[in-house]
């Protein structure tokens, strides 16, 4: 069973909320760590998941970085955390098995 996530950044646009201020509110309320990763009491009540990515850097060679993504469930939490409507949301989230 594929669960649908979508990347927090885009959660923040669906929430009609600034990005960079509820990142904020989220590492002040403990829910984020200061890499802007979940921790793992979130992960595991399937608020939020991490995907790993990589990039070429020119001169350190493939350098791996982590992503939060939001899941269903954590959208309705977060809508709620923060008392707004969600917009988009059926949208705009994404299986994993998608192409």
Known sequence: MSQRTIPL???????????????????????????NLPYRRYVRQGLFTTQLKSYKHPTLGEKLYATPYV????????????????TQANSQLKTGTEA
Do not use: C, P
């Open 71 to 86: 899941t269903e469930k954590g959208m309705r939490w977060l809508a709620k955390e923060f008392d707004v409507e969600i």
């Open 9 to 35: 950044i885009e959660a923040t646009r669906m929430l009609g909320m600034g990005s960079i201020k509820t990142y904020h509110a989220l590492r002040t309320r403990q829910i984020l760590d200061k890499n």
